[in-house]
């Protein structure tokens, strides 16, 4: 079966803002650890010579915080609009309505349950399944882009080669923007294997059985927690990694449903 997934071309347009928001936090960072290591091995009369240079580095390492801070909050409110239309199409699949101009085909593999509650649940817990393993594959890269792109500003903080306010506004708010963004990213990850352990719970009591009425609450709750955490965080997945391993963790999933629903 061929894939099509309608809402695809949205996240592509948020990954390109995200990439180029990188660059600029790298320009930056190698702007600002070059200047620091210049004023802090270089003699007074080589400084006095690039003094110029200095100043234009300068002003080009403030247009690229900016444009990091202002691209990073756009790409966060489109991801938001993306999702929406992600929702729309969870409903489509799972209760067969058309609430979607465009429906996905083959992005959820749950077709043999019947549409309803059930099958919302399964839906959902596929994909909270692959935001689990998706997201402890992030947190390792997230973790290593803080330490490492922190650095120059923090030696740029911390020393006496710049100490205007503005410089320091500006140079401070980059590494507690990437702090925040991973202690995000660490909530989210540990909030969605909550919320598997969830989903596995209940799949495993509910079996092949019909549901009752009494099973829409146990399914309903952990739906509404995903998709609240989700929300949340607004953190989208990158899909560098999650296009190298979705092969293997839809096998993962494959293998887990067959588990809990023989």
């Known amino acids: 079966m061929n894939r099509l997934v309608p809402f695809d071309a949205n996240y592509d347009q948020i990954k390109k803002l995200e990439t180029t928001a990188f660059v600029f936090l790298l320009i ?16 007074e009369k080589t400084i006095s010579e690039y003094a110029d240079l200095l100043e234009v580095a300068k002003t080009v390492s403030y247009v690229s915080m900016v444009g990091y801070l202002i691209i990073n909050v756009i790409s966060k409110i489109l991801f938001h609009t993306a999702e929406k ?8 699949n799972s209760f067969g309505t058309k609430y979607s101009d465009e429906n996905t085909v083959g992005y959820y ?5 019947e ?18 393993n998706t997201l402890k594959l992030m947190l390792y890269k997230g973790l290593i882009y803080l330490i490492i792109l922190s650095i120059p500003f923090f030696l ?30 660490l909530i989210y990850y540990l909030n969605v294997c909550e919320i598997n352990e969830r989903f596995k719970i209940e ?6 059985a019909n549901l009752s009425e009494r099973d829409y609450p146990k399914l309903l709750i952990p739906i509404m927690e995903y998709y609240s955490m989700k929300a949340w965080a607004n953190t989208n997945l990158d899909s560098t990694i999650f296009n190298k391993n979705n ?3 839809s096998q993962k999933w494959k293998e887990r449903k067959t588990k809990l629903i023989p």
């Open 203 to 208: 799949f495993t009591n509910i079996g092949k």
């Open 28 to 43: 930056t960072a190698m702007i600002i650890l070059t200047n620091w290591l210049l004023l802090k091995f270089s003699n």
């Open 115 to 132: 549409s309803g509650i059930k099958k919302l649940a399964l839906n959902s817990y596929e994909s909270s399944f692959h935001t689990e």
């Open 247 to 249: 092969e293997r963790i």
């Open 156 to 185: 740029s903080i911390f020393t006496k080669n710049g100490g205007d306010i503005v410089r320091l506004l500006f140079e401070i708010s980059i590494p507690a923007t990437l702090f925040f963004e991973f202690i995000i990213m």
């Open 109 to 113: 593999n749950n077709d043999e349950v």
């Open 85 to 92: 239309k992600k929702r729309n199409d969870l409903i489509d």
